[in-house]
């Protein structure tokens, strides 16, 4: 027994050696393996494969040429048949653009993002290489959670769209790059990817390692998502949007005038009502609830016959405060009391005539005295610093 040298005593101990294979593949094969490895991560992600069009992250494009032109290699079917469960080879990612056609360098080229090649010319040979700074710019916009204190914001996006139909508030592409940056502050608007995003908070600014300021910001969504992300990632993906608008303040426009001048033509009048309604809800909070209305003629005759209009409550109304404006543009106007006084609307559906159930709007669980200032900011341009506080029952500055 100790004559024997090792595979002799393990074949006498019944082990079966089996030797170890060289691997027949060649370093281009283990490149394509690797550039398929990150499709397939990205398909376990996000249930799809990679697909092309300048509204998709850089990444998700160069994945979704990679594939295309795995789908064309003969060598990567057979390479590629064990791995690929999903079926990804076979699909098709429905090129449609330009922009598609171009090759990972051109396309790279083309967004100003400047790799070097350390291999081969062949565009399948895996050679562009993320550092996680750049993938983490590129993706923490997408990296999207739910906002689990969204009812603090629905009305807020509820106002913006009245603004953009009105015409208080307009969406405007980009121009200029170096101005977005300025443009990123706390409480701005901004359409991206399809969607309402607001700055809801901006983080202490810092320094980056290549002397660029910059900040951490929670941007909330439309559809009830939000984002933590940094100011400059959320800058690239405006100007990589081209369908990104930045949405104006509320524009005052000729609201602001308090008195007439020469030229100028009273144009309208603010009233505010309070009904005599005897449901129950409006009898407890009579002094709470009001309507605004801005009329172009007299107040008289816009309130003649309310007993029979759902939209006052179907009974008689009281004129509790009237506000003469010069110049005065009507849809604006009732637009900004809209949005300032969204949160406090109220909530209350009554039958109509016809027996068919009526919610009026304009009515508002406000105080009067918060009516006459909010009209008095109105007048001085300061309105757009304020919103009302319902808990509070008071204007409060942004």
Known sequence: ???????????????????????????????????????????????????????????????????????????????????DKPGLLSGSTGRATS?????????????????????????????HVRSSVEKRAAEEIANRTRCEDFERFSHLFAAVQTDLKSGIRQARSFQAKEKALDDIVQGAYFIIGGQIAFIADVGDEFTTEYGRRDSRLRVVFDNGTEASVLMRSLQRSLH??????????????????????????????????????MHPYVVEHRDLIHKIGVTGGRV????????????????????????KLHNLNRIKMEG????????????????????????????????LQVINE??????DGSITDYQYEPDLARLVRL
Do not use: C
């Open 300 to 323: 008289e005759v816009r309130i003649a016959g309310a007993d029979k209009d759902a939209t006052y409550l179907l009974a008689e109304v009281e004129v509790v405060a009237t506000y």
């Open 336 to 367: 900004i009391f809209h949005k300032l006084f969204g949160s406090a609307q109220l909530d209350l559906t009554i039958e109509d005539r016809f027996g068919h159930p009526v919610r009026p709007r304009e009515w508002f669980l406000v105080p």
């Open 374 to 379: 909010a009209v008095q900011r109105i007048v």
């Open 240 to 277: 990589r949007d081209d369908a990104a608008r930045a949405i104006t303040d509320p524009d005052a426009g000729p609201l602001f005038s308090a008195q007439a001048v020469e030229g100028d033509i009273e144009s309208g009048t603010i009233y505010v009502l309070r009904s005599k309604s």
């Open 99 to 127: 922009v598609d056609e171009l090759d990972e360098d051109a396309l790279l080229a083309e967004l100003g993002v400047n790799e070097s090649s350390t291999a081969e010319d062949d565009i399948t040979v895996l050679k």
């Open 1 to 83: 027994m100790a004559d024997l040298d090792d595979d002799e005593l393990l074949d006498a101990l019944g082990v079966e050696i089996t030797p170890i294979k060289a691997s027949s593949r060649t370093p281009r094969d283990e490149r394509i393996i690797a550039g398929f490895e990150d499709i397939l991560r990205f398909h376990q992600t996000h249930a799809r494969a990679p697909q092309h069009g300048e509204s998709r992250d850089i990444f998700e494009r160069l994945y979704a040429v990679r594939l295309d032109q795995l789908r064309r290699l003969p060598e990567a079917q057979s390479l590629l048949a064990e791995m």
